[in-house]
């Protein structure tokens, strides 16, 4: 059993997202405060077991670890909190936008801190996540961390600009995935299964697909040319994938994304 002591500010889909992941790691002693709602706070300490405060920042001396799972525009008001009262502890967020150079600006010199970008897959375990450490960050810190994430999925360490340009991708990224499913399980409707049936055959497709890329040392391009034999039946589709410039589409879209979040910071 971990005996770090950890404090989630937030009490929302992401944090009950990580909760979760961090139960199953064994992380046990987890307080966790949020903005006011009594009712979420009882959700949350019924559905997990842990412990809930409606006063967060008269525990922080007591914690190792305090996660910030609260919206972006909420990390002023919260770090400012915190900045009163910490002394030391690892500070983490997951919030879009609020990189490491956000926090350590906004909380006393040396405090470590890490920003972390999982995605809705965490919910799950399956999140893949982005990180990057802040200049006070130890070898032990980084353990926790990583111990953390792997309760939640997958995670790469990267700088803090890669993970500002990669999260549109690895965050938004599943809409576009559910986006191509959503269209595939209405075609498939259209042959009399239902939406039930059709959602499973389109579900295990892209986990298959999923299975594929990961474990077969193949890339995109071989993977898809095994499917698509010259003048067979795939190619065929392909080709209007490139008579509507399918390419161009998705990386304008991500340029969309980028755009998007880098006027939001
Ligand atoms: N959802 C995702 O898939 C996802 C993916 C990656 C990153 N994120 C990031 O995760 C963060 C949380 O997102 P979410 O989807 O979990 O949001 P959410 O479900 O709306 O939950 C937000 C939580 O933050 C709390 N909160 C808001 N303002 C606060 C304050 N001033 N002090 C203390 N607590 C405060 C709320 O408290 P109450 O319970 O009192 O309302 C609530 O528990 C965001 O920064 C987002 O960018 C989310």
């Given at each position: 059993m971990a005996t770090e002591k950890i404090l989630m500010i937030g009490a929302g889909r992401m944090a009950q997202a990580i909760i979760n992941g961090l139960m199953q790691a064994d992380f046990n002693h987890i307080l966790v405060g949020n903005n006011g709602n009594a009712q979420r706070l009882e959700e949350v300490e019924s559905r997990f077991g842990v412990r809930t405060t409606n006063q967060w920042q008269n525990h922080v001396s007591d914690q190792d670890i305090i996660i910030l799972a609260v919206p972006p525009e909420a990390h002023e008001e919260v770090l400012t909190a915190l900045g009163e009262v910490i002394d030391g502890q690892l500070v983490l967020t997951v919030a879009a936008g609020i990189d490491v150079t956000y926090l350590e600006s906004r909380l006393p010199e040396g405090t470590p801190v890490s920003w972390l970008m999982p995605n809705t897959a965490a919910a799950k375990g399956e999140s893949m996540t982005l990180f990057t450490l802040g200049k006070y960050v130890t070898d032990e810190h980084e353990y926790y961390i990583e111990k953390i994430l792997f309760s939640i999925g997958q995670f790469k360490k990267l700088t803090e600009e890669q993970v500002h340009r990669i999260t549109p991708i690895t965050g938004s990224g599943p809409a576009f995935v559910y986006r191509l499913a959503d269209v595939l399980i209405k075609e498939v409707q259209?042959?009399?299964?239902t939406e039930v049936v059709a959602k499973q055959l389109i579900a295990q497709m892209v986990k298959g697909s999923s299975v594929m890329l990961t474990s077969?040392?193949?890339c995109p391009q071989d993977l898809m040319d095994e499917v698509a034999t010259p003048g067979g039946v795939t190619e065929k589709g392909l080709q209007v994938f490139d008579d509507h410039h399918f390419d161009d589409m998705i990386k304008e879209a991500i340029r969309k994304c980028v755009d998007h979040a880098t006027r939001d910071e």
């Open positions: 259209k042959a009399g299964v077969d040392l193949k």
